[in-house]
């Protein structure tokens, strides 16, 4: 009864993804767009209803590469339907169920990520507290990048609360405290993230583990003494005696991993393909050329024999005026009003968001947002896989960077890259000295950027190699290519 339904004159459903006791999830197309959408479903008749209205309003302020972004809003008259980002791949649980117990060393990296965005919502003032970390909740993508999904449970944490009104959470991922013992608060995360790791290290339910055999059926599955206590020490029935806070709780990872050699600092992905990726590029002045730089982006990883898409994002116009200097030389194959086609790249004019592009089809998108206006502009930087920002490098220019770090520094992931046009590397390490950056990277000025030369393509491919390095992907450099 669902399939092809339409909703809100602009989705079509074209599968079910879940059912839950409250709510269905649907996978749904844009009709105009061709993209697709997760869509939650809520009768208005469900006692829930407010739950998942505040989930909306919860995910609409954030903006993490790990959550989902909330795109449409629609009501009929017996239904709510949340429109939302779709992440395909599959949830972690169903992950355990065909291959069973996680490797420590991808289980290590999980907990990272994990960690990572636990950080971003316990920081937010007031903090967010999830309490429903569980396999289920956690979807690995067809990149084999991690996302945390279903906010429905999620609540602020204010100070004056005594206790949970009621039982949320998923038995044997919650901790006591949401069994009305106490109320929830950022330690109630690291509980079900230390049940979720003990689940996924053993493949056993933790419903189905004597919690005095914790310790001997992880180090029977293979996971280091160290990776156990921390852990344990998660799983603590006593929240006293858990990581009080995100500092404590980073720095017990850190402890177990600084020995490690396959541990980074940034982002490490599971998967060996960081090449299939959207690049996101601004800059912190306008007319810094961040059109040019995304098209010399363009037509490099083209040569690179990949797909390419590149959208503007930025309200500028300029990819319709390219479009009539393509038109007017006979350059341009395809021109469908959405996007236009030449030489083998597709481009995308006047887009309102990234996730407007549909991926399949492309090995890369570079997004082009023009100058960092807004917190709109911010939260697309963040969606994309790497994260590009231009910079100003001459001395006069340099005190725009620190209230450009000042304004937006709610935002500002650890895996953005800062760019300079120059060919002296010299200027990367002073600007790093003088603004306190850590990713800078030094980009040649390509004096044809539709037709790099030889010489450009060697340089531009050591700077995207190191951009790539930066943001925790793991390429290689290797006679003018990235292997």
């Known amino acids: 009864m669902y399939l092809n339904k339409i909703i809100g004159e602009k989705y079509r459903i074209v599968d079910i993804l879940g059912k839950g006791g409250t709510s269905v999830v649907f996978l749904a197309e844009n009709m105009t767009l061709g993209n697709l959408w997760a869509v939650k479903a809520i009768s208005k008749d469900s006692p829930w209803l407010s739950q998942e209205i505040k989930e909306v309003n919860l995910l ?35 992950y355990i169920k065909k291959h069973g117990k996680v490797p420590e060393k991808t289980l290590l ?34 990149n084999g990048h991690i996302k945390l999904v279903d906010m429905g449970t999620a609540r602020f944490n204010h100070e004056d ?184 790249i597709t481009f995308y004019p006047a887009v309102q968001e990234v996730g407007q592009i549909p991926k399949k089809g492309f090995d890369i998108i570079v997004t082009d947002l023009g100058a960092m206006k807004n917190d709109r502009i911010a939260r697309e930087l963040n969606n994309g896989d790497i994260k590009i920002i231009i910079c100003p490098n001459v001395f006069w220019k340099l005190f725009y960077i620190s209230e450009f770090t000042e304004r937006f520094s709610s935002f500002m992931h650890e895996d953005w890259i800062y760019v300079i046009n120059a060919t002296d590397r010299q200027e990367e390490k002073e600007l790093k000295k003088q603004c306190n950056l850590e990713n800078i990277v030094a980009f040649p000025p390509v004096k044809n950027i539709f037709n790099p030369s030889k010489n450009d393509e060697e340089l ?7 951009a790539y390095n930066c943001a925790g992907h793991k390429v290689f450099f290797k006679r003018g290519r990235i292997i």
């Open 460 to 466: 531009i491919g050591e700077a995207v190699t190191k």
């Open 109 to 142: 990296q999980w907990t990272k990520d994990l960690i990572g965005v636990l950080d971003y919502l316990h920081r937010r003032n007031p903090p967010i507290i999830y309490r429903d970390m569980k396999p289920a909740n956690i979807i690995m993508d067809d």
């Open 161 to 344: 609360g005594t206790d949970d009104t009621v039982y949320i959470g998923t038995r044997g991922y919650a901790a006591p405290e949401q069994h009305g013992l106490g109320t929830s608060d950022q330690r109630t995360d690291y509980y079900a993230l230390g049940m979720t790791l003990i689940h996924l290290a053993t493949g056993i339910h933790p419903l189905n583990i004597d919690r005095t055999d914790i310790r001997k059926i992880l180090i029977q599955s293979g996971v280091s003494k160290g990776f156990a206590d921390f852990v344990i020490n998660l799983v603590q029935t006593d929240a006293a005696k858990r990581p009080q806070n995100p500092d404590e709780l980073a720095k017990a990872f850190e402890k177990i991993t600084e020995s490690k050699i396959f541990f980074f600092k940034r982002r490490d992905p599971v998967v060996s393909s960081p090449i299939k990726s959207v690049i996101a590029v601004s800059s912190i002045l306008q007319n810094s050329g961040v059109t040019s730089f995304c098209v010399m982006l363009g037509y490099y990883f083209k040569k690179q024999g990949l797909n390419v898409a590149i959208a503007e994002i930025n309200g500028s116009g300029d990819f319709e005026r390219m479009k009539q200097e393509f038109r007017k030389q006979g350059l341009l194959d395809n021109d469908s009003g959405r996007f236009f086609k030449t030489d083998g």
């Open 60 to 94: 609409k302020e954030l903006s993490h590469p790990m959550l989902p972004r909330i795109a449409d809003f629609i009501e009929d008259e017996s239904m709510c339907y949340i429109v939302m980002d779709y992440f395909s791949g599959c949830n972690l649980s169903d």
